[in-house]
């Protein structure tokens, strides 16, 4: 220690001089710090020579040491890190305008996370107050996530139909942060770098991100307002060899499409024959308006479905909470990703969520907010209609946050969507959602946001600005 | 609605007969269906084609359908996943014992996070509380973390030399959940698969798996009880081409070393001159004991030091927050990787966090912490050199949490730690820290565990199973 220390001061002494003084000036000699701190002149010379490398002083022979002109004063260059960096995989392009910018606007029909009013405050306080006071804020727990809470999520699969009992377990569960990183586990689990996923479009612009960021090659196939179509995925998954299926079979982003029956049915039958994984991202689970979409993975009996759930939607963006369902190698494949990637989930977050959800109240928030939800989207799509022209709305969602519009395809959307928001409006410009060139000018409408009450008025403004 | 909903009345209906019957049983016949409700005889095909193709029911023309022998509740077959999934590029081995397993032995050497009585646990559920009464419960934080935490963690790294100024500053903080995943998204953001990266050996078992996850290739530098020689590591970068040294310069896990000044200054020399990014891993800033090593970051100029901290340790496992530390072009990759890979941290974590470490009494925390881990490695250091003999013990760090044993090199590391489990004692063998080879029988002690009061019965019944 006490070498080191010494040499510290030293050291400490002379940059507080370079940081106070002018360059040019004159710094002690080695002679006069030899003296003051009664080390060897090897000792001063060792911190000279580290402040000259770093380029805070200068040496000249015979004369004495001066404070450096381009001392750490100066403007850093970083232009090295351009070279070593070589070309960007994924840049902050990628990330959907309603994460990156924060939106100030009065009418805001753009939102990430669904407002205050939406969500079970009351329970989520109560919950995290009790996390603070258990041992949750001092755990850590399993990996895979706490039992009771990987159980509940494996109910939840068959809690719209109990009689059918889909054979998932709690041991099937991870708990996760949240969809995002679900999907870029997944993605990096059960692919390598260079192959194909197919991928609905237009999609969520996370699991495109993701997949980009996993070093996946993207095959979308287009849909209407429903799911894809069977023989076109089935051709799509033979040409490109993909083993991958990312889909939203249900009030999908941003379509608000919600598959059949008979679609499910025949895209599963696909998906078994190809021997691929359909990662079922069931984002909107909680948000069911006029039907209650019961999973894929219930009706999957050999792992084929990937399993997708988040509740920062429904329960709060601050309670980072998911889970993965998976069966066979592929979980044990997810799992080590999600060690290597991030540990585990913060016991606290994950003890809130279990007694947020198991609370009776949870029942009867879902309940309240299937109603607020459904006077939300009827009254914005009602605003469409008459402002717009019913030709807009391509689709009325049984569920989910947005409505999809199509305007005419000479409308510049990009250029609209910065006129509305200059305007007080925010929407979504629907390219977002494209893996590749969008078919035609299309926005996505949340109607999840604060102050429903003046939707209809952010459609007036808007028809004003296409007029 | 109504077609879907009566489809699925009929399914529900044959599914719960599949469910309850025996194989073999004769299911109610096409045209009865028809009758009971009210369908065409086509809906009742489409709804038993499914169940043929879930394999739940055979048809036998002209005689019915019957629960089928293989049905759902017979064994699932993964064995199609391993021809799609292919190699595996990590495995659950990569991730280190201390998260794996749940040590439930008496005697606990072996330990991921310090016990509670090492944690500020009133601090921590008052933080909690408080955040579950805030805004920090509802609000979803602004990509890179809340402003405040973000400017806490610039000012640490000037934190015991204020004089000295970084010109670290919050806009070069990026908050991330803990330190895996910190390194997960510098790795991949800084590196593409098949570029080397060199590491120190040993070295910190999550970087290694990290870095296998990135499809890196790792490059070790052989250190002795201090830091990697600066001539070993300008030929590693030389001859591999690599980009990335990750390293702990302060209190390493596990051989507790800690970079002189000179040694530090050698190696940003080499770090500067090959344009290389030193990913500075500082997981033990909070766990000086005899030294308060001053962050390399601080005498970075131009963004070739990206820097690591984590408060999961030493604030609590339940507040997984942490940050990464970089400047230039990196700063925006790194970013980029955090918002595809989880978009944000949880608020009420990060407002918890900050309430932690802005409390006075954090620091009055830190100082006892100082004195308890000195007491602890004292400990155990003293029980090691007078049972097991001073030979075995490298080194006595001067902070961190582990002491780094050698045995002569004939003793079978895995056989000795698992006869030690089996009697109560959990260690942990070092041949988890190589990322080749070990070169010799090493194991690590953690000394942050419960019950200090036995680490010397430990030891002595370790010394026993090697007599």
Redesign the interface.
């Known amino acids: 220690?006490g070498h080191?220390s010494t040499?510290?001061a030293i050291?400490?002494e002379l940059?507080?001089r370079i940081?106070a003084g002018p360059a040019g000036a004159r710094l002690p000699s080695t002679r006069s710090l030899v003296a003051r701190f009664s080390v060897s002149p090897l000792t001063v010379q060792?911190v000279v020579q580290?402040l000259v490398?770093?380029?805070l002083i200068e040496t000249r022979p015979g004369t004495g040491s001066f404070i450096s002109a381009r001392r750490?004063l100066g403007r850093?260059?970083?232009s090295?890190?351009?070279?070593?960096?070589?070309a960007?995989?994924?840049?902050?392009q990628?990330?959907g305008t309603a994460?990156?910018l924060?939106a100030n606007s009065p009418i805001v029909m753009h939102s990430?996370?669904p407002s205050?009013e939406l969500?079970p405050?009351r329970l989520?306080?109560?919950?995290?107050?009790r996390?603070?006071?258990g041992g949750?804020?001092?755990?850590?727990p399993?990996?895979g996530g706490l039992p009771d809470l990987r159980a509940w999520f494996a109910s939840e699969i068959d809690a719209n139909?109990p009689?059918?009992?889909s054979?998932v377990s709690a041991d099937d569960v991870i708990v996760v942060?949240?969809s995002?990183?679900a999907l870029?586990s997944i993605f990096?689990a059960?692919a390598?770098?260079g192959d194909a996923i197919v991928m609905e479009s237009p999609t969520y612009w996370?699991a495109i991100?993701?997949a980009?960021?996993a070093?996946l090659v993207i095959v979308p196939v287009a849909r209407g307002g429903a799911a894809p179509d069977a023989v076109a995925l089935d051709d799509a998954i033979a040409t490109s060899g993909a083993?991958l299926f990312y889909a939203q079979p249900h009030f999908a982003n941003p379509t608000g499409a919600l598959w059949?029956?008979?679609e499910r049915?025949a895209i599963?039958?696909v998906v078994?024959s190809r021997?691929?994984?359909l990662i079922e991202d069931d984002w909107a689970h909680d948000f069911g308006i006029?039907?209650d979409p019961r999973p894929l993975v219930a009706?999957d009996?050999?792992?084929h479905v990937v399993y997708v759930r988040s509740l920062s939607k429904s329960v709060?963006?601050?309670?980072?909470v998911g889970a993965v369902i998976a069966?066979?190698?592929?979980l044990?494949?997810i799992?080590?990703?999600r060690?290597?990637?991030?540990?585990?989930?913060?016991?606290?977050?994950q003890a809130a969520a279990l007694d947020v959800v198991t609370d009776p109240g949870w029942r009867r928030h879902l309940a309240r907010l299937r109603v607020s939800l459904g006077a939300r989207r009827d009254a914005l799509a009602g605003a469409i209609v008459a402002q717009l022209g019913p030709e807009t709305l391509t689709h009325l969602p049984k569920g989910g946050l947005n409505l999809w519009l199509r305007f005419d395809d000479r409308v510049d959307v990009r250029d609209l969507v910065a006129r509305s928001l200059a305007a007080g409006v925010t929407m979504a410009p629907g390219s977002e959602w494209f893996p590749a060139e969008p078919p035609g000018s299309f926005v996505r409408l949340n109607f999840s946001g604060p102050h429903p009450e003046r939707f209809a008025e952010g459609i007036g403004i808007v028809a004003g600005l296409l007029a």
């Open positions: 220690m080191d040499e510290s050291e400490r940059r507080g940081a060792r580290r490398r770093d380029g750490q850093s260059d970083f090295w890190q351009t070279t070593a960096l070589g960007a995989r994924t840049s902050m990628a990330v994460m990156a924060e990430a996370y205050e969500l405050m989520v306080r109560a919950a995290l107050a996390a603070a006071r949750a804020s001092v755990d850590r399993l990996i139909a009689a059918r009992a054979g942060p949240g995002q990183s870029a990096r059960l390598q770098p996370g991100a993701a980009h960021q070093g083993r059949s029956a008979a049915a599963l039958a078994r021997d691929v994984f006029d039907a009706d009996t050999d792992g709060s963006p601050s309670l980072r069966r066979g190698p592929a044990a494949r799992q080590v990703d060690t290597v990637t991030d540990l585990y989930v913060s016991g606290a977050l």
